[in-house]
């Protein structure tokens, strides 16, 4: 079964830093490029980034560019989302999502998502 | 970039069909595939349907995609609606020149 956990999530204040993991299982792993999603409660779904299997294309949405990581670890069959300079408005549900095999593919499985919350 | 407008509710009565727009500010609709998900009140979102017209194993037949040159545009149908259709359902489409995602800003159905 695929399955997808997010952790890592809760309170931070601004301007400090936050990791985000998503362990991974129930598919091969290596394969598929994988992606960040995130959900102001409410409101409708954002695009934080995505990296490729291979972790050689990277991508990432305007509002994070240049304080926000994404990684992986294939061998821990891992995702990963550094989150740096956080700001309130970055507060939010954040879903880890399976892409396909390149980064024009449907997310076919999504986690139940890790809340972060930006308060001092 | 571009941007994916969907309207903000659709409303309709059970048994009936109901279709979801989905608008490409620019850049052709067909450049690239679209992608539909329905989220349910506290759930994760759950795709329904892919590359334009796909449908994943397991999504009811009821559940259809498709673009329109014409406008532009991108559309979700769901026929025989239940009320177990109730949900939020957004769009979906890959940006070649950033190489990001972007998602519509979401619709919400009510049966």
């Known amino acids: 079964e695929v399955n997808l956990v997010e952790s890592g999530g809760g309170l931070v204040q601004p301007g400090r830093s936050l990791r985000l993991s998503c362990a991974a299982s129930g598919f091969k792993f290596d394969d598929y490029a994988m992606h960040w999603v995130r959900q102001v409660p409410g409101k409708g779904l954002e695009w934080v980034a995505g990296v490729s299997w291979d972790s050689g294309r990277i991508a990432y949405g305007d509002s994070v560019k240049g304080r926000f990581t994404i990684s992986r670890d294939n061998a821990k069959t891992a995702l990963y989302l550094q989150m740096d300079s956080l700001r309130s408005e970055d507060m939010a549900l954040y879903y880890c999502?399976?892409?396909?095999?390149?980064?024009?593919?449907?997310?076919?499985?999504w986690g139940q998502g890790t809340m972060v919350t930006v308060s001092s | 970039n571009f941007m994916l407008t969907q309207p903000h509710s659709v409303s309709e009565s059970p048994g009936k069909t109901v279709t979801i727009s989905c608008t490409r500010s620019s850049g052709r609709i067909a450049s690239s595939y679209v992608h539909w998900y329905q989220q349910r009140p506290g759930r994760s979102p759950t795709n329904v349907i892919y590359e334009d017209n796909q449908r994943p194993s397991g999504v009811p037949n009821r559940f259809s995609g498709s673009i329109d040159t014409s406008s532009n545009s991108a559309s979700l149908t769901i026929s025989g609606l239940t009320t177990e259709d109730e949900a939020d359902y957004y769009c979906q489409s890959y940006d070649s020149n950033t190489r990001g995602v972007v998602f519509g800003g979401g619709t919400t159905l009510t049966v």
């Open positions: 999502a399976k892409g396909g095999p390149s980064g024009i593919d449907a997310f076919d499985m």
